[in-house]
């Protein structure tokens, strides 16, 4: 071999080599199975038997998506995922998914055209159970944050609404940190179906709470999905005024009964109107990674204590 051709293999070796250095060392960002005990399917959405585990090994907060059938659910977590894929999320960047391959295979899902006029996300199975998808995101000094986002058909609540005794069978809601109600703005411009709409969405948010199965500590939020709908030529004001009143009127209904009520404006895909973006999701990534205020967990002196024990707390503090 001459001389010119070892020297040129020698370089190309100590580029790889440098290369190699430079390269996201993937694999030792993932949580060691050793250290959270569990053998989820990285690839899969995880079920509910494989959640509870997952819960109790890692810091987590998990979030609830409720909607009837076309609410946006699926299509809300895939664009999530789409945003983190395309570069940071407002002070997020991605860091790790367990259900990475579940994840792309819905955003593909969400924005495939195929045989369709527009793209469009598959009905998610009416049969099938609930799942949930893994995120976890980086702020800007490293933190890490665990999100698990859970899934099912919107028929599940749409049954659970009419027939209360379906409600246990909502097996996610326990476990919610975060319940997001995904109202369709688009649905409340038809003024033929609106009121019908109106009256179910009312009645899902009661039917969950006067039952019991939204976990006192849950935040709740509205999520008012497809703005792009409702900023999109031909709709008029009266249909924005309409969407104002109704958030009012579920503020009204709902802010006192709950430990926390707030309405947010999301658009997850633009397709009646690219100019309306992707809206609302880095902020919704903010509230779902905020960490929970610390709790003083230190006795409340008694006033006037009759006995001088219970006045030991006040003469400590
Ligand atoms: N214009 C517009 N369409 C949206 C938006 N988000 C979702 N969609 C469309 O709404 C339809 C239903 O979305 P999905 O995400 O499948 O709804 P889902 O709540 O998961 O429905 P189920 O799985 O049947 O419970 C799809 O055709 C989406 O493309 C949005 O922000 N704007
Ligand atoms: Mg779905």
Request: include cysteine; hydrophobic fraction near 40%.
């Amino acid at each position: 071999m001459s001389d010119n051709l070892m020297q040129n293999e020698v370089t190309e070796r100590v580029e790889a080599v440098e290369d190699d250095d430079t390269l996201d060392p993937g694999e030792e960002f993932e949580t060691p199975v050793e250290a959270t005990g569990l053998q989820l399917r990285s690839n899969d959405a995880i079920s509910q038997g494989a959640v509870s585990e997952f819960r109790g090994n890692v810091r987590t907060k998990t979030v609830v998506l409720v909607g009837e059938q076309k609410a946006g659910k699926t299509t809300l977590l895939a664009s999530l995922f789409g945003q983190f894929c395309d570069g940071p999320v407002g002070r997020f960047t991605f860091a790790e998914s367990r259900t990475l391959l579940a994840f792309s295979e819905r955003r593909h899902l969400a924005l495939r055209k195929s045989q369709r006029k527009s793209p469009s996300a598959p009905r998610t199975s009416r049969a099938g159970p609930v799942h949930f998808f893994h995120l976890c995101v980086a702020d800007e000094v490293g933190e890490r944050f665990n999100i698990l986002i859970s899934d099912r058909s919107g028929e599940a609540f749409d049954a659970a609404r009419r027939n209360t005794q379906l409600l246990s069978r909502l097996e996610e809601l326990p476990m919610a940190d975060f319940v997001c109600f995904l109202l369709d703005a688009g649905k409340l411009t038809n003024k033929e179906t609106r009121a019908g709409y109106k009256r179910k969405f009312r009645e899902t948010i009661r039917a969950l709470n006067d039952n019991g199965v939204l976990p006192s500590t849950a935040k709740i939020e509205i999520l008012v999905t497809k703005l792009d709908k409702l900023q999109r030529k031909g709709v008029d004001l009266e249909a924005l005024e309409e969407v104002a009143r109704y958030e009012a009127d579920l503020r009204t209904e709902f802010a006192a009964k709950v430990t926390s009520f707030e309405i947010y404006q999301v658009c997850a895909l633009p397709r009646a109107n690219l100019e309306t973006g992707v809206v609302g999701l880095s902020e919704m990534v903010d509230r779902w990674c905020l960490p929970d205020p610390v709790v003083d967990p230190r006795p409340m002196p008694v006033r006037n204590a009759a006995r001088y024990l219970d006045r030991l707390v006040g003469v400590w503090t």
